[in-house]
């Protein structure tokens, strides 16, 4: 099974930071973020991945390349400059990826365990997403359990997902958001969700990013 990493978005919120640096390139324990995820997901058996570009994308490619150095395969799909949004960009990948696989934001730090997403069916056109409890800059949520009602309470959406590639069939190419995707393939049925209770960080701000450094120092 292959892997994508969401590395497109343009970062605006940690500027000065990401002014000549994407977002997922920014370090973590000394290393890129996206480099974490690569090594977790290597653990759990995982070594073809895709990468999306845009903003400054150049620098991903030229520090991971082909991704030997790391004992992978790496494979870029490359957005324009303003990038495609997260289902956009999935979708423009979709030719480079396998009937299911499995979507990591590049711009969080989580000890999630991707091995369990293996060993999920799916069948085809639905999706599986990983929530977590409610950050402080997130406090209303994004979804509820699935086999709950409206309302019940709500929680993030990790970042963290598998997909079958036919979650996306019949929808145009271009520029699109998951979250409305989402939505509405959760009240088909066609989503299915977990909770994870552990650690799980959106680098959303320098200060969330220099928190996270210092957590994991001491």
């Known amino acids: 099974m292959k892997a994508m990493i969401l590395a497109a978005g343009r970062g605006q919120r940690m500027m000065p930071l990401t002014a000549e640096l994407p977002k997922p390139m920014l370090k973590v324990q000394g290393k890129p973020l996206i480099e974490h995820h690569i090594e977790r997901l290597k653990t759990a058996g995982i070594t073809d991945f895709i990468i999306n570009l845009a903003w400054q994308g150049d620098k991903i ?3 991971f390349g082909d991704g030997s150095r790391l004992g992978v395969h790496i494979e870029y799909s490359q957005e324009p400059e303003q990038g495609l949004e997260t289902a956009g960009g999935i979708m423009q990948a ?3 990826l396998g009937e299911q696989f499995i979507v990591i934001n590049g711009d969080i730090f989580t000890d999630y365990d991707v091995s369990s ?3 999920i069916h799916l069948d085809a056109g639905e999706a599986h997403i990983v929530l977590v409890e409610n950050p402080a800059h997130n406090p209303d949520g994004d979804f509820t359990l699935r086999h709950l009602d ?11 997902s598998r997909f079958h590639q036919q979650f996306f069939a019949g929808i145009a190419a271009g520029t ?9 393939k959760l009240a ?19 200060e969330r990013l220099a928190q996270l450094n210092n957590s994991l120092a001491g």
């Open 61 to 63: 490619r030229a520090y």
């Open 94 to 96: 979709l030719p480079l």
């Open 117 to 119: 997403l293996l060993h």
């Open 150 to 160: 409206e309302g019940s309470p709500k929680y993030t959406f990790s970042g963290i």
């Open 176 to 184: 699109h958001r998951l979250g409305p995707l989402l939505k509405e």
């Open 188 to 206: 088909e049925h066609s989503v299915s969700t977990e909770l994870y209770i552990g650690r799980w960080d959106d680098i959303g701000t320098p």
